[in-house]
């Protein structure tokens, strides 16, 4: 096994490679069930190609895999242009019938007997060094062929009606990059199967967008990730083993446990990485997600506190005076506990004290946030009520919901629309330091 086990680590990286950086684009262009399409249709010509051939050769087999799937795909394509048929109904109707005539054909040449059942759900211990050679071949073509027309590709993939505006010739463009797929697919049939064919085709560039939003980078990393999670699947394939080996050192089931079954364990194991990726992606990941509304919680509540203590302190300005616990509640509409922590933070971060066990005050410091929010506050509240024509008794809840993520250059502007149009008071048109008015 041991001798073995590098020649298929190769094998299945290079196709995991190669249809992660090619399903990318089948993921892009909404037909991500296009590799499972082909795959079925290509069920019907292997076992054509063993009829004709009597041989289970890999490029035999792979080759009326590759005819019978050439043709799935020119129905796929041309089905919706040709009749009112919708892509994904044509998709079906395609599926449906070349594998319900692959699954007959399997049955006429005894598919158990000639090995055949195994492209059902993939076989990687067949592989042999041809064959891995032949697959080295078919991936650097495809890959050489991306890269040259990337251009294109990237223009069908995100505008398709605009490239058919210049007068590119979408529909060749489309067939070559369908043809592609259906080459990764035929190859990747020994990997993974007819089955789970689709799972390689599309987890890569799934998981990749979370980490990225860039074509370029999202192409690089659907490719890693295609021959990651191509060779842990088949490394997890000896984990029985290992954990016999590794629990039981002196046992000898670790020898004669059962491998599990490579296909089916690279497509788990492409499953996990999405799901980690799902949770832990620093932009699109649900932890991430979830500590931006923290914070974006936190960052409101703060400023409505500071607000709501600067409006009961702003009659006896520039003296800062205590304000009673009970007033402040009464005006806040924060429940207890979101308020208590808000109270919290602020006094760790130095802006607010307690003169008494029943008061609170803004310091220096929270005296100038506070003039600052409550000044965007009302400029917002202005522009809503003279430019935008929001009634008085709305403008301040429709304020107090966008005036916590106006960046600095967006009040800038406003200040100085309002300034030339003369409906700024003086009084706004201040430092932070200085009273705020309404």
């Not at 089955?195 to 599309?202: F, G, P, Q, R």
């Not at 079954?261 to 980690?276: C, E, K, Q, R, Y």
């Not at 923290?294 to 009961?312: K, P, Y």
Request: glycine fraction near 8%; aromatic fraction near 6%; include cysteine.
């Amino acid at each position: 096994m041991l001798s073995v086990l590098p020649k298929i680590l190769l094998g299945v990286g290079l196709l995991g490679g190669t249809a992660g950086v090619v399903g990318a684009f089948a993921v892009l262009r909404k037909r991500s069930l296009i590799g499972d399409t082909l795959a079925h249709a290509a069920l019907p010509g292997i076992c054509l190609a063993y009829l004709l051939f009597a041989s289970r050769d890999l490029l035999v087999l792979s080759l009326g895999a590759l005819a019978a799937g050439l043709v799935g795909v020119l129905l796929v394509t041309l089905i919706p242009s040709w009749t009112r048929t919708r892509e994904d109904a044509a998709l079906g109707l395609v599926l449906s019938t070349f594998f319900g005539a692959g699954v007959v054909l399997l049955s006429v040449v005894e598919g158990n007997k000639a090995g055949l059942d195994a492209y059902l759900f993939g076989e990687v211990a067949s592989l042999t060094t041809r064959d891995i050679a032949r697959v080295a071949v078919m991936g650097a073509v495809v890959l050489t062929v991306v890269a040259l027309f990337y251009k294109e590709l990237k223009l069908l993939a995100f505008d398709e009606s605009f490239a058919a505006a210049q007068g590119w010739p979408t529909l060749l463009i489309d067939l070559g990059l369908m043809a592609a797929i259906a080459a990764v697919t035929v190859f990747s049939l020994p990997l993974c199967g007819v089955i789970l064919i689709a799972a390689i085709l599309i987890f890569p560039c799934t998981t990749a967008r979370f980490w990225s939003h860039r074509l370029g980078a999202v192409l690089v990393l659907s490719g890693v990730l295609g021959v990651a999670c191509a060779v842990g699947g088949v490394l997890a394939t000896r984990a029985p083993g290992l954990v016999i080996a590794l629990l039981l050192p002196e046992s000898k089931a670790a020898v004669s446990s059962p491998s599990l079954p490579p296909g089916p364990m690279i497509v788990l194991t492409s499953a996990a990485v999405l799901v980690v990726s799902v949770l832990v992606a620093p932009e699109r990941g649900l932890l991430a997600a979830a500590w931006r509304r923290v914070q974006t919680r936190r960052q409101v509540a703060t400023e409505h506190v500071l607000r709501q203590l600067w409006e009961q302190s702003e009659d006896q300005l520039p003296h800062r005076p205590a304000i009673a616990n009970a007033d402040l509640r009464k005006a806040m509409h924060e429940d207890a506990a979101t308020l208590n922590l808000t109270l919290r933070d602020l006094r760790r971060r130095g802006l607010i004290d307690r003169p008494d066990g029943h008061s609170l005050r803004l310091t220096e410091a929270g005296l100038q946030q506070a003039a600052r929010v409550t000044r965007v506050h009302r400029l917002w509240e202005l522009f809503l009520v003279t430019d935008a024509g929001i009634a008085d008794d709305h403008v301040h809840r429709d304020a107090d919901d966008l005036e916590h993520f106006l960046p600095a250059e967006l009040i800038k502007t406003l200040e100085e629309k309002l300034a030339a149009d003369g409906k700024l008071p003086g009084e706004l048109v201040t430092s932070d330091q200085s009273p705020v008015t309404r």
